[in-house]
């Protein structure tokens, strides 16, 4: 069905397209929950997993910047997604940056967005979530992100994340520390491992007055494609990060370079800056998990998210790493049926390939080092 209307959609904006199908999202989740069910059913046991003490039902999930204001959970839920991740959340609300802001590339199935963290902000948003907190078998991550203000600098920055992290931690299965938007004047970000330092012990002094110790996540970009090297960089992030205890890594965030697109030079430059989404960070997302993954030993999950769009993204994005994986872009391009797609095309790969569970796959092509 969604093939039929998707040119349609592709006639609006990316980001008219967008606030169209979020709005059929919400219709359809009040009035046709059944109907939900019947199109996008599959479960199968060799997909379960237990993960930072939750039970996933599959490895697929919603990936941050889809759902940013947390109004479309029961509906990827409906639509058989293993968990979601909202927002990104910031204590601030923001309107963003001035539109047009968001840009499909169609040659190379990607997107471009400048979106300016639009959200509603933290108190908005958090009753929205205590609504869904808790459900079984069904996990929430809640991505934060420092306000989207460049005067905010400094113990600033990390205060306002921290005031974000109190808000909606609670109701929160993992949080996701989005450390690499550069919104602040300087244009400097907290993938700076002195800064990451001071962010986390600042969080995880936050945490350690909650009832419950919330898994936390660091989200990480991806490599640069013309220089493929993971190196000191990534290295000081995972030991800062490891030190201070986090539970894991999601790999990667949009890309700020341009390499290997198809799309030209002139439609390039007309769009000018954004976070580039889709299957040109395919590779180095997939390389990223692979060396997240060998660097921790396999001893902490790691999300893998970018450019995966099949059933054969998703296994070899596994077998390199990645407990769960993460959907966006394909589902632009290919509608809410890729999650089906991508769960019964994962069970038939495995049982192709002899294996009986998801969770002896993860990590098998990472052991062998091939970066």
């Not at 962010?199 to 419950?212: D, F, G, P, V, Y």
């Not at 990645?322 to 790969?349: D, E, F």
Request: with cysteine; charged share 20%.
């Amino acid at each position: 069905m969604y093939f039929k209307v998707r040119p349609l959609l592709f006639l609006l904006s990316a980001e008219g397209a967008h606030g169209v199908a979020v709005a059929a999202a919400r219709v359809a989740q009040r009035a046709t929950p059944f109907l939900l069910d019947s199109m996008f059913e599959f479960a199968h046991p060799s997909l379960h997993q237990e993960i930072l003490g939750k039970t996933f039902s599959n490895p697929v999930g919603l990936a941050a910047g889809f759902d940013k204001n947390a109004r479309l959970i029961p509906f990827f839920k409906k639509a058989g997604c293993g968990f979601v991740e909202v927002g990104s959340i910031s204590a601030r609300k923001s309107k963003g940056n001035k539109r047009p802001r968001a840009f499909r590339l169609p040659e190379d199935e990607a997107l471009i967005n400048r979106m300016g963290l639009n959200n509603a902000g933290a108190k908005a948003i958090q009753p929205r979530l205590k609504r869904s907190a808790g459900q079984n078998a069904f996990p929430i991550g809640i991505n934060i992100v420092k306000s989207h203000d460049p005067a905010i600098t400094g113990q600033e920055a990390i205060d306002d994340f921290c005031e974000s992290f109190r808000i909606v931690a609670p109701w929160a299965d993992y949080i996701a520390l989005n450390i690499s938007c550069p919104n602040t004047s300087e244009g400097k970000t907290f993938e700076d491992p002195n800064s990451l330092d001071d962010l986390l012990r600042a969080i995880m002094r936050e945490r350690s007055q909650m009832t419950r110790k919330v898994p936390i996540l660091i989200k990480m970009s991806p490599p640069s494609q013309s220089k493929f090297v993971l190196d000191s960089f990534y290295d000081e992030m995972i030991l800062v990060s490891l030190a201070h205890g986090v539970s894991g890594f999601i790999a990667s965030n949009t890309a700020s370079d341009r390499d290997g697109l198809i799309t030209s030079p002139e439609r390039i430059a007309a769009i000018g800056k954004g976070g580039l989404s889709g299957r040109p960070i395919c590779s180095r997302a997939n390389g990223l998990v692979s060396y997240l993954y060998r660097k921790t030993e396999g001893n902490v999950p790691i999300i893998g998210v970018g450019g995966i769009s099949s059933a054969e993204d998703a296994y070899e994005r596994i077998k390199a790493g990645a407990s769960l994986i993460q959907l966006y872009t394909g589902l632009v391009y290919q509608g809410p049926g890729l999650i089906r797609s991508v769960k019964k095309g994962l069970v038939r790969l495995m049982e192709e390939d002899g294996h009986s569970s998801i969770k002896k796959i993860v990590g098998i092509d990472a052991r062998s080092p091939r970066i």
